[in-house]
């Protein structure tokens, strides 16, 4: 250990308070200054000094007593992800969709006016849909709250019991500030703390940086220099909240720990109220267009009915009726079902869809941002090429490697496990190579520490007598410092083993100055194409019994080559990513990587081709496109905070690049609203996993992570993923674009339709003196009209709806009402003629009233019910596409009941209907068919003016 428990106390006396350390005092620091103040009082100062801070803090541990005090006040480090299910909210939630307000409040001027009918039915919608949100969100929601739940972590923590210093292996709710814990390999810090020792610790923070390989931490000797600045994500001595040890050892104080983390700090930011969604947008813009034909069409029936009848009691009614005939008060059901039908259907493909609102926004998605590690790639470092010092390939460096990793006695390195697991997957192991375990026997070793950042292990072969090879891998830098020699013999040559192998003196020459400049230009080329690299040297040594070697024998080495490491691809990458681009869903990387190797990956993806990339207007010609260069598609978070002064060129970097690299999580936030923002504003998706990922998977439209991400990422997203693949966020987009397409289809039709018979009403109040249909049988026939459009999220839909995002449009739903819904007028009136001339029915006491009202009641349902599969898509319905099972079935079977309901006693007496004349029947046919006629012509003409249907 760098540190024992004696020099601990020698140096508390000592203590000395590096300058511009103090806890802020200012009102409005922000939470994220708060952490980095309370981290920086204890890491800026020498290890030794720490304790000197907590009178109760010792490197012996804290004692039982101290630490249950401690967690008295400060409460159990318990995750910010593992709070109660917020049971209430979600119901509340659910009921305060805008469809089921204006539904409520119809209900209450129905009940107000003493139709109880009116008022069970709507009311029976509204718990309906109410309550399917809520029980489908509560279910995801548990079930996300147990993936959080199912890990338990335990901690080893230094603990005084009875005076004696203790290691005990707890659980980490139970963890408080000043307990001093010991990690090693694959450990979690179960809060933030400072390192006091440190034996080759490297810590794992991509869930915190992105990035992939492991960082070397070491502890603090000297005070931070007055001028030194402090960066919470990059420095030496703090380790985060979730953040792990993959090699070597150590033990770290906790400084905070729950909700005083730096997680909890970007969890606190999460706790503010979420900005509307682009669907969310959409809906309340359709709720204002429908709210304002109710406040514009009903009182015109009402004062034209009562002109004409002198009836306003009745006027009032029937006004009313036709405020809920303007009303889709199947909506909110409808809505429900639809996003219940893809959450079932999504749930097979293993996703959680923790808010309904998600699935619809997966489909109105353009821009999808995701970061690298895991989601493009495999997250797993694994061995890329072999070469030289002039970058040709070679097995020899491989070779060396392998050597030195396979006998190397400390913890396995991810690297080291990359360079062991390739060459026995590709049959090039020295030692395999020979078939006998023993073919080369370690005789010393210089461990791997994050000062030298080398690893050194000699070795020979059994036949040989005294002849040793001592093999030295590590950074480029620090192995190049020790080599005065580089290999010129050629090794394309070698044979799978090295068995043969002997460091001949003619084999190299002398290292110049210009070869060391070589070396480096071929490090930074390959460091450029987004490669790791690591540097293999090798040196002829005399083995001896019992010697022992040392860093003293590193020295005057023969440079090898280099083997170069990266995370592959994930094999059904490319193919999702093409998947996406066919849906026009654009694809940007945003990471806290190292824009080098996020761009290798992007490039192999081919979302670096600048043919391929749209810019911030579809209006840009070839010019502008061939203008842009790959490193224009590129940007770092250094250079958006200097944007961030001007915010036209933001937003312009924003819209042009496609790599994001070097951000922090609020750049990562900064991104997604500054993309949503753009080309008149747009729905957003953000996958990601880590705590770096939480705040821009909060800000997105739809957010999205997965069930191995931290629990801060999971309680922030709408969709947790159980397999961490854009194939499934392409699936996804498709179910979410079947999803509105569908509800749009719903709300299209009802609204043309309802409008339509608004116009009819119209037209009959002014002409005929008698009401043209009763209130009830209004709202029977609407019913009927919406129980058929019920099988609406069993629909099919033609393929072509589902190239491009969909949104909820106001514009377009008041357009297609508009243009199509009065040409069911003429069809209307035709039967008002009927009844005027060939029925004679043209006074308010003929006993023929009710036959009036019964023909328009059949002309009107049937109309409607037919006309659904001309609605429903913008081709020849029955020849280019047909409806699904479900929507012909139920259609013609509420056809059926329409046609059935004058014929059943007791109801046509509760309706006030009598059976249709049957001559009747053939106006009918020739209506339906007429109406039809007429429904496709207006159908293609608009498509042609308006360029969409649905």
Same mark, same amino acid.
């Given at each position: 250990m760098t540190f024992v428990n004696s020099f601990f106390t020698s140096r508390l006396l000592s203590f000395r308070r590096p300058p511009n350390i103090s806890p802020p005092t200012a009102d409005h620091v922000t939470r994220e200054q708060l952490v980095t103040s309370r981290l920086a009082r204890f890491a800026q100062i020498p290890a030794s000094d720490i304790f000197a801070l907590e009178p109760t803090w010792s490197p012996l541990g804290l004692t039982e007593e101290a630490a249950a005090e401690i967690l008295k006040q400060r409460g159990q480090n318990i995750p910010v992800a593992e709070r109660p299910l917020a049971a209430l909210s979600t119901l509340w939630t659910a009921l305060w969709n805008p469809f089921n307000v204006l539904l409520t409040i119809l209900a209450c001027v129905n009940i107000a006016t003493q139709d109880v009918a009116t008022f069970v039915v709507?009311?029976?919608?509204?718990?309906?849909?109410?309550?399917?949100?809520?029980?489908?969100?509560?279910?995801?929601?548990?079930?996300? $709250?147990?993936?959080?739940?199912?890990?338990?972590?335990?901690?080893?923590?230094?603990?005084?019991?009875?005076?004696?210093?203790?290691?005990?292996?707890?659980?980490?709710?139970?963890?408080?500030?000043?307990?001093?814990?010991?990690?090693?390999?694959?450990?979690?810090?179960?809060?933030?703390?400072?390192?006091?020792?440190?034996?080759?610790?490297?810590?794992?923070?991509?869930?915190? +940086?992105?990035?992939?390989?492991?960082i070397d931490k070491t502890i603090r000797l000297a005070p931070a220099a007055e001028s030194d600045t402090f960066h919470l994500l990059n420095n030496d001595n703090v380790c985060l909240s979730g953040t792990s040890a993959s090699a070597g050892n150590g033990r770290a104080i906790v400084i905070s720990t729950g909700k005083d983390t730096y997680m909890a700090g970007i969890a606190e930011e999460l706790n503010r109220k979420r900005p509307e969604n682009a669907i969310q947008v959409g809906i309340r813009k359709v709720s204002y267009v429908l709210m304002g034909f109710m406040a514009v069409m009903a009182p015109i029936v009402f004062i034209v009915q009562g002109a004409v009848s002198h009836d306003w009691k009745g006027a009032i009614m029937f006004a009313i009726a036709i405020a809920v005939g303007i009303t889709p008060e199947m909506l909110p059901m409808i809505v429900t079902s639809n996003l219940a039908l893809s959450a079932v259907r999504i749930a097979r493909k293993n996703v959680i869809v923790k808010r309904f609102d998600a699935i619809q926004n997966l489909g109105a998605v353009r821009v999808l941002c995701s970061d690298k590690t895991g989601t493009l790639t495999i997250d797993l470092v694994s061995v890329s090429?072999?070469?030289?010092?002039?970058?040709?390939?070679?097995?020899?460096?491989?070779?060396?490697?392998?050597?030195?990793?396979?006998?190397?006695?400390? +913890?396995?390195?991810?690297?080291?496990?990359?360079?062991?697991?390739?060459?026995?997957?590709?049959?090039?192991?020295?030692?395999?190579?020979?078939?006998?375990?023993?073919?080369?026997?370690?005789?010393?070793?210089?461990?791997?520490?994050? +000062?030298?950042?080398?690893?050194?292990?000699?070795?020979?072969?059994?036949?040989?007598?005294?002849?040793?090879?001592?093999?030295?891998?590590?950074?480029?830098?620090?192995?190049?410092?020790?080599? +005065?020699?580089?290999y010129r013999q050629q090794q394309r040559s070698f044979s799978a083993s090295l068995s043969n192998f002997k460091l001949e003196r003619t084999a190299y020459t002398t290292l110049t100055e210009d070869d060391r400049r070589a070396i480096l230009d071929t490090s930074n080329r390959l460091n450029e194409q987004g490669l790791r690299l690591i540097a293999?040297?090798?040196?002829?040594?005399?083995?001896?019994?019992?010697?022992?070697?040392?860093?003293?024998?590193?020295?005057?080495?023969?440079?090898?080559?280099?083997?170069?490491?990266?995370?592959?691809?994930?094999?059904?990458?490319?193919?999702?990513?093409?998947?996406?681009?066919?849906?026009?869903?654009?694809?940007?990387?945003?990471?806290?990587?190292?824009?080098?190797?996020?761009?290798?990956?992007?490039?192999?993806?081919?979302? $670096?081709?600048?043919?391929?990339?749209?810019?911030?207007?579809?209006?840009?010609?070839? =010019?502008?496109?061939?203008?842009?260069?790959?490193?224009?598609?590129?940007?770092?978070?250094?250079?958006?905070?200097? $944007?961030?002064?001007?915010?036209?060129?933001?937003?312009?970097?924003?819209?042009?690049?496609?790599?994001?690299?070097?951000?922090?999580?609020?750049?990562?936030? =900064?991104?997604?609203?500054?993309?949503?923002?753009?080309?008149?504003?747009?729905?957003?998706?953000?996958?990601?996993?880590g705590v770096n990922d939480a705040l821009a998977i909060r800000g997105a439209d739809v957010g999205i992570s997965v069930d191995s991400g931290t629990e801060i990422a999971k309680e922030a997203a709408d969709v947790i993923l159980l397999e961490k693949s854009l194939g499934v966020v392409a699936l996804g987009v498709v179910q979410g674009r079947i999803t509105l397409l569908n509800t749009v289809k719903y709300i299209k039709m009802a609204c043309s339709s309802n409008f339509g018979n608004v116009f009819s009403v119209l037209v009959a109040s002014a002409w005929l003196p008698y009401q043209p249909m009763l209130p009830l049988q209004l709202l029977v026939q609407n019913l009927l009209y919406d129980f058929s459009q019920g099988s609406i999220p069993w629909d099919n839909v033609d393929p072509e709806y589902l190239e491009t995002p969909r949104t909820w449009s106001a514009l377009s739903i008041i357009r297609f009402m508009v243009c199509?819904?009065?040409?069911?007028?003429?069809?209307?009136?035709?039967?008002?003629?009927?009844?005027?001339?060939?029925?004679?029915?043209?006074?308010?006491?003929?006993?023929?009233?009710?036959?009036?009202?019964?023909?328009?009641?059949?002309?009107?349902?049937?109309? !409607?019910?037919?006309?659904?599969?001309?609605?429903?898509?913008?081709?020849?319905?029955?020849?280019?596409?047909?409806?699904?099972?479900?929507?012909?079935?139920?259609?013609?079977?509420?056809?059926?009941?329409?046609?059935?309901?004058?014929?059943?006693?007791?109801?046509?007496?509760?309706? !006030?209907?009598?059976?249709p004349h049957p001559e009747f029947y053939a106006y009918l046919v020739g209506i339906i068919a007429t109406y039809a006629c007429v429904v496709h012509v207006v159908k293609v003409l608009y498509q042609m003016r308006f360029k969409e249907w649905l």
């Amino acid at each position: 250990m760098t540190f024992v428990n004696s020099f601990f106390t020698s140096r508390l006396l000592s203590f000395r308070r590096p300058p511009n350390i103090s806890p802020p005092t200012a009102d409005h620091v922000t939470r994220e200054q708060l952490v980095t103040s309370r981290l920086a009082r204890f890491a800026q100062i020498p290890a030794s000094d720490i304790f000197a801070l907590e009178p109760t803090w010792s490197p012996l541990g804290l004692t039982e007593e101290a630490a249950a005090e401690i967690l008295k006040q400060r409460g159990q480090n318990i995750p910010v992800a593992e709070r109660p299910l917020a049971a209430l909210s979600t119901l509340w939630t659910a009921l305060w969709n805008p469809f089921n307000v204006l539904l409520t409040i119809l209900a209450c001027v129905n009940i107000a006016t003493q139709d109880v009918a009116t008022f069970v039915v709507m009311m029976a919608m509204v718990v309906a849909s109410t309550g399917l949100r809520y029980w489908q969100e509560m279910k995801s929601m548990v079930q996300a $709250l147990k993936l959080v739940r199912s890990i338990v972590t335990r901690v080893r923590v230094v603990r005084r019991v009875n005076g004696i210093s203790q290691e005990l292996e707890i659980d980490q709710k139970l963890i408080v500030p000043g307990d001093v814990i010991a990690v090693a390999s694959g450990d979690v810090f179960p809060g933030d703390c400072v390192l006091i020792s440190s034996e080759a610790l490297a810590i794992a923070q991509a869930s915190l +940086t992105g990035e992939l390989m492991p960082i070397d931490k070491t502890i603090r000797l000297a005070p931070a220099a007055e001028s030194d600045t402090f960066h919470l994500l990059n420095n030496d001595n703090v380790c985060l909240s979730g953040t792990s040890a993959s090699a070597g050892n150590g033990r770290a104080i906790v400084i905070s720990t729950g909700k005083d983390t730096y997680m909890a700090g970007i969890a606190e930011e999460l706790n503010r109220k979420r900005p509307e969604n682009a669907i969310q947008v959409g809906i309340r813009k359709v709720s204002y267009v429908l709210m304002g034909f109710m406040a514009v069409m009903a009182p015109i029936v009402f004062i034209v009915q009562g002109a004409v009848s002198h009836d306003w009691k009745g006027a009032i009614m029937f006004a009313i009726a036709i405020a809920v005939g303007i009303t889709p008060e199947m909506l909110p059901m409808i809505v429900t079902s639809n996003l219940a039908l893809s959450a079932v259907r999504i749930a097979r493909k293993n996703v959680i869809v923790k808010r309904f609102d998600a699935i619809q926004n997966l489909g109105a998605v353009r821009v999808l941002c995701s970061d690298k590690t895991g989601t493009l790639t495999i997250d797993l470092v694994s061995v890329s090429n072999s070469v030289t010092d002039n970058g040709e390939d070679s097995e020899l460096p491989i070779k060396l490697a392998y050597i030195n990793s396979l006998l190397q006695t400390g +913890t396995r390195s991810p690297i080291d496990r990359a360079i062991v697991e390739y060459t026995h997957a590709n049959g090039k192991g020295p030692v395999a190579g020979d078939g006998h375990q023993d073919s080369w026997q370690k005789h010393g070793e210089v461990p791997f520490d994050s +000062t030298r950042r080398l690893l050194s292990v000699l070795v020979s072969r059994p036949s040989t007598d005294g002849e040793g090879l001592l093999i030295t891998k590590g950074a480029v830098e620090e192995v190049l410092e020790r080599c +005065t020699s580089v290999y010129r013999q050629q090794q394309r040559s070698f044979s799978a083993s090295l068995s043969n192998f002997k460091l001949e003196r003619t084999a190299y020459t002398t290292l110049t100055e210009d070869d060391r400049r070589a070396i480096l230009d071929t490090s930074n080329r390959l460091n450029e194409q987004g490669l790791r690299l690591i540097a293999v040297a090798c040196k002829c040594a005399t083995v001896k019994q019992f010697m022992t070697i040392n860093t003293a024998d590193e020295e005057d080495l023969v440079f090898v080559g280099f083997v170069s490491f990266l995370d592959p691809l994930k094999p059904d990458a490319a193919d999702a990513i093409k998947e996406l681009s066919k849906l026009n869903v654009q694809v940007r990387i945003l990471t806290g990587d190292a824009p080098a190797v996020a761009g290798k990956v992007a490039r192999d993806l081919g979302l $670096l081709n600048t043919r391929n990339v749209m810019l911030k207007s579809e209006k840009a010609d070839e =010019e502008a496109v061939g203008a842009i260069s790959e490193a224009d598609l590129i940007v770092t978070g250094p250079q958006l905070a200097e $944007l961030s002064k001007d915010k036209d060129a933001f937003a312009e970097a924003v819209e042009r690049a496609v790599i994001f690299a070097k951000l922090s999580p609020y750049q990562k936030l =900064e991104v997604v609203k500054a993309l949503r923002a753009g080309d008149g504003g747009r729905a957003v998706a953000f996958l990601g996993d880590g705590v770096n990922d939480a705040l821009a998977i909060r800000g997105a439209d739809v957010g999205i992570s997965v069930d191995s991400g931290t629990e801060i990422a999971k309680e922030a997203a709408d969709v947790i993923l159980l397999e961490k693949s854009l194939g499934v966020v392409a699936l996804g987009v498709v179910q979410g674009r079947i999803t509105l397409l569908n509800t749009v289809k719903y709300i299209k039709m009802a609204c043309s339709s309802n409008f339509g018979n608004v116009f009819s009403v119209l037209v009959a109040s002014a002409w005929l003196p008698y009401q043209p249909m009763l209130p009830l049988q209004l709202l029977v026939q609407n019913l009927l009209y919406d129980f058929s459009q019920g099988s609406i999220p069993w629909d099919n839909v033609d393929p072509e709806y589902l190239e491009t995002p969909r949104t909820w449009s106001a514009l377009s739903i008041i357009r297609f009402m508009v243009c199509l819904g009065p040409f069911s007028s003429p069809f209307d009136i035709t039967v008002f003629c009927i009844n005027w001339f060939y029925y004679g029915i043209r006074t308010a006491d003929s006993p023929l009233v009710t036959l009036a009202q019964t023909n328009w009641f059949l002309e009107g349902s049937l109309t !409607q019910l037919f006309i659904i599969q001309f609605l429903r898509t913008g081709k020849t319905p029955f020849i280019q596409s047909r409806a699904s099972l479900p929507v012909v079935l139920v259609t013609f079977g509420m056809a059926c009941v329409s046609m059935a309901i004058p014929y059943i006693p007791k109801v046509n007496t509760a309706l !006030q209907m009598r059976p249709p004349h049957p001559e009747f029947y053939a106006y009918l046919v020739g209506i339906i068919a007429t109406y039809a006629c007429v429904v496709h012509v207006v159908k293609v003409l608009y498509q042609m003016r308006f360029k969409e249907w649905l």
